[in-house]
């Protein structure tokens, strides 16, 4: 099956800082990349679909301006957590489609996902 | 909005067992239906895969099956080993091939 990656694990930030997680598809083209966020306990929840070459769609609720997301490449997409507060902690975890499999119905790959906690 | 519910919410069976998770969703429109493995603080693994215009889908000890109509869908684990504790989630894909998913059954196979 196809491979996504994502970078880093885990990571422990202070409040107020910025933090930034990669997303890879390794052997396949990705037109489209979906970010999720788990919050313990609960189920994961969509926050944005990226495509390459243009700006993320982000569901209700999810402040634009707080988690910046950039789909500059085929393999490449980025999520950027500014300014993260105690309450940004949580599993974000991401998930690429392959281009290359046009029919519909394709199956979604996911990266291992991060932990992100903000102290 | 599509909503998706699993029951149980948790598990717990002796080793040797057969079990069924049960799966519903409110929307029928439905382009595929999958079933995931998590593990404690881990990424997923996918299991099974069933599109829209398939029944069921089997690897191994593993059978899912889908009823679109009905909004249900079950995964079937033959013979349970200590090793298939995990959390197991159910998506399906609408429109945009987003995923939404349950909140998932916490399985135990204990020894």
């Known amino acids: 099956g196809a491979v996504v990656s994502q970078h880093p694990s885990r990571v422990i930030c202070k409040s107020g800082t910025s933090v930034k997680i990669e997303c890879r598809s390794l052997d396949f083209q990705a037109t489209t990349m979906f970010w999720y966020r788990q919050f313990p306990k609960q189920s994961l929840m969509l926050m944005a679909t990226s495509n390459e070459g243009s700006k993320a769609t982000y569901e209700q609720g999810v402040e634009k301006d707080k988690f910046l997301i950039n789909h500059a490449s085929l393999t490449l997409s980025t999520l950027t957590v500014t300014s993260a507060h105690p309450e940004d902690s949580s599993f974000y975890i991401c998930s690429a489609r392959d281009k290359g499999r046009v029919i519909v119905g394709t199956e979604a790959f996911f990266g291992q996902g991060t932990r992100l906690t903000v102290v | 909005k599509q909503e998706v519910t699993q029951i149980p919410a948790a598990l717990s069976v002796p ?95 204990t020894p």
């Open chain 2, 15 to 109: 080793e040797g067992e057969n079990l069924v998770l049960n799966c519903s969703f409110t929307d029928s429109a439905i382009y595929n239906l999958q079933w995931f493995r998590q593990d404690p603080g881990k990424g997923l693994t996918s299991l099974l895969l069933i599109q829209s215009s398939q029944r069921e889908q089997t690897s191994g000890r593993l059978n899912a099956s889908l009823d679109k109509s009905s909004g249900r869908s079950t995964l079937y684990i033959a013979a349970s080993q200590p090793g298939d504790s995990a959390t197991y989630l159910c998506a399906v894909a609408n429109s945009g091939y987003a995923l939404n998913f349950g909140k998932g059954t916490s399985l135990l196979v």
